[in-house]
């Protein structure tokens, strides 16, 4: 089936053409926000399910799924990054069905093969090439049982926290080893 059959993509808001001043009050969702998402605060948060009400859809909410056409990834909003602007390099993913687990659909997009090799046929781009929207709908994607996908999406999202949390340990052992240095230095 495509994706476009079990999920809405709502592109972001085309920031350069803001009209309302207070437009400016806002921060926008960036790729360092979707990278720190995918890679574990999301699951430090109390997001209990996903809120089907997509009042203002330029508007980031805890839980809603988010995908990048630059980098092409996906990720899911965090606490932290509620109520931020999606621009138009981005796309929120609204799930539509109770068949399709939004952890799930991060590593279909994310990790899977058969979808990598879909995205690198259809991107387009000289330079840098990137997925349209109308691509990213047009992807077929197979859905194993709903239990069988909550179990890998969980353990795709465990996944990345740990490999953050590894990387964060390697950065401060290499910050105690070089002032242990320092200090041996001074001596």
Same mark, same amino acid.
């Given at each position: 089936?495509?994706?476009?059959?079990?999920?809405?993509?709502?592109?972001?808001?085309?920031?350069?053409?803001?009209?309302?001043?207070?437009?400016?009050?806002?921060?926008?969702?960036?790729?360092?926000?979707?990278?720190?998402?995918?890679?574990?605060?999301?699951?430090?948060?109390?997001?209990?399910?996903?809120?089907?009400?997509?009042?203002?859809?330029?508007?980031?909410?805890?839980?809603d799924v988010v995908f990048?056409?630059v980098s092409s990834k996906?990720?899911?909003?965090?606490?932290?990054?509620?109520?931020?602007?999606?621009?138009?390099?981005?796309?929120?993913?609204?799930?539509?069905?109770?068949?399709?687990?939004?952890?799930?659909?991060?590593?279909?997009?994310?990790?899977?093969?058969?979808? $990598?090799? *879909?995205?690198?046929?259809?991107? +387009?781009?000289?330079?840098?090439?990137? &997925?349209?929207?109308?691509? =990213? %709908?047009?992807?077929?994607?197979?859905?194993?049982?709903?239990?069988?996908?909550?179990?890998?999406?969980?353990?795709?999202?465990?996944?990345? $926290?740990? *490999?953050?949390?590894?990387?964060? +340990?390697?950065?401060?052992?290499?910050? &105690?080893?070089?002032?242990? =240095? %320092?200090?041996l230095d001074r001596s």
């Amino acid at each position: 089936m495509k994706l476009e059959e079990i999920v809405t993509v709502k592109i972001g808001r085309n920031l350069s053409r803001r009209t309302k001043k207070n437009d400016l009050t806002f921060v926008s969702y960036s790729y360092e926000d979707l990278m720190n998402d995918l890679n574990g605060l999301y699951l430090d948060s109390q997001v209990s399910s996903i809120s089907r009400n997509h009042r203002d859809e330029y508007l980031s909410c805890a839980g809603d799924v988010v995908f990048s056409f630059v980098s092409s990834k996906a990720g899911i909003v965090s606490d932290i990054n509620q109520g931020k602007i999606i621009n138009q390099n981005f796309a929120k993913l609204m799930i539509e069905h109770d068949h399709l687990d939004h952890r799930y659909l991060c590593y279909l997009l994310n990790e899977s093969s058969s979808m $990598k090799k *879909q995205m690198a046929i259809s991107m +387009q781009g000289s330079i840098v090439p990137k &997925l349209t929207p109308a691509i =990213l %709908k047009e992807l077929e994607i197979k859905l194993p049982s709903t239990e069988k996908q909550k179990a890998i999406g969980k353990a795709y999202f465990l996944f990345r $926290k740990r *490999q953050a949390l590894a990387r964060k +340990q390697a950065e401060l052992e290499e910050l &105690l080893w070089l002032e242990v =240095l %320092k200090n041996l230095d001074r001596s």
